[in-house]
């Protein structure tokens, strides 16, 4: 029996299975807007060393993490979102695992067991959103093809390990690099589907943030972000931090794999964006590097029931690509005006910066809260959908309606 | 049955007990049994219901021929119009002109 009658005969079973009707286990928090049936499956689920998170596929898993964690600007290990292209993914054995590191643009290659990586370079701390690019894809209007995410394919860690730098340092590059391509040990059940490759501009690569994250909020790093090694590239969208890390290429030529010329493009100067990969842009697009500034409010809850006289605390985080949040304001009469919220402690220009605003609900009925964030370059949210086919950088100021009486 | 399970989970590992415990159900209809069989193959069937009822039959052609150019998903000419119609069927326009 070779794979693929396996995977067929597979088909079959799953169909066999899912005409049982199991039923879903808990009803996931989802805001309004989002394709029809995203309501009817996606459904609260633990994986393993996990708590339970809003599940919108099973195989590859997508998992994204309930608003409420967004209260506070660090986003725990167990609770972080998942995202995988493939559907292999090996449970990667830390003493058996290598990182190769070579390619046509360096004279030295090596490789390195998970202790060397640890004990023979300086290990250095940085707290930075990883945010993938598709995060509220499903609020785009028109709907896109895709996962369907709402806000929470995100997280803020604190990330320690080597700097790419130093590690490529070692492996001599020539002057001829142009691109670092990055490889990890997750691959596709068919042969012929591109495996998950991802570049980066050698600028970005050997920039002092850039680092290869060993731990995750002072833990090793989760199974489902990236065990035992993943990258961590601040201020960019989470497609270029690859999870498993196994392979560091330095590329004397643009690399041209699917992932990086198929995949993960926005149209040229639709947005404000300052880094960008101009040795994978062409005439129509170009790869999604920096995020844009944005914010979300993780309390109170959607449809949240508050008395007259009592007080209301608004809570959620902002980001940006790395320039630094200036200010988030808040508006709880539906966007007619804004006060300035009070922004929690400065962790770096890469991390959560969480807010606070508190309020008297006094007049009785619907109300509809929202936050606006400003980056140090003066960056805003947008007020609406600036639309692009696959839903990325959506950054549009939204509500959360409360109910006051 | 039991076998077939098996020998997935010696062939592809921890990732599978994910896999095992799939249980999503597509709506029954001309095309469901092909659909269901192909598509599995490389992804959990969740994919196909939430990117519903949004898409058309011309977005989940693009889909289908994008699994079969970009993917390298070996499937024949008349299973992809096959899935197509199930697809635009099932989980495209409601009271669209499709059906």
Redesign the interface.
Known sequence: MDRRTVLQGLGGAIGLASMRGFAHAAEAPLSAGLPEGLYATATMETLPGKRPLIRLTTRPPNYETPLSYFADSITPNDAFFVRYHLAQIPQVNAATWRLNVGGEGAAAPFSLTLNELEMNFEQVDIAAVCQCSGNRRGFSNPHVPGVQWSSGAMGNALWRGPRLKDVLARAQLRSEVVEIVLDGADSAPLSDTPDFVKSLPLAKAIDDNTIIALRMNGQPLPHYNGFPARLVVPGWTATYWMKHLISIQAATRPYDGFWMRGAYRIPNNMFPVVQRFLSQETAANTPITEMVVNSVIASPNEGQRFRTGERVDVRGVAWDGGYGIARVEVSVDGGMSWREATLGPDAGRFAFRSFTYGFMADVQGARRIMAKATNRIGQTQVDTLIFNPAGYHNNVVRATTIMIG | ?RN??L??LL?????E???A??????KDGTG??VT????????????I???????TRQ?WT??VNKMVQ?????IAANDAATIVDYLTAN?GPPNGSEK
Do not use: K
């Open positions: 049955m077939l399970l020998v997935t062939m592809f590992g921890a990732a007990a994910t896999f415990q799939e249980r999503i159900a597509l469901r049994a269901e069989n192909i598509c599995s193959g490389c992804h959990s069937l969740d994919y219901r939430i990117n519903a009822p949004f898409m977005t693009a889909s970009m993917f390298g998903a070996p989980y």
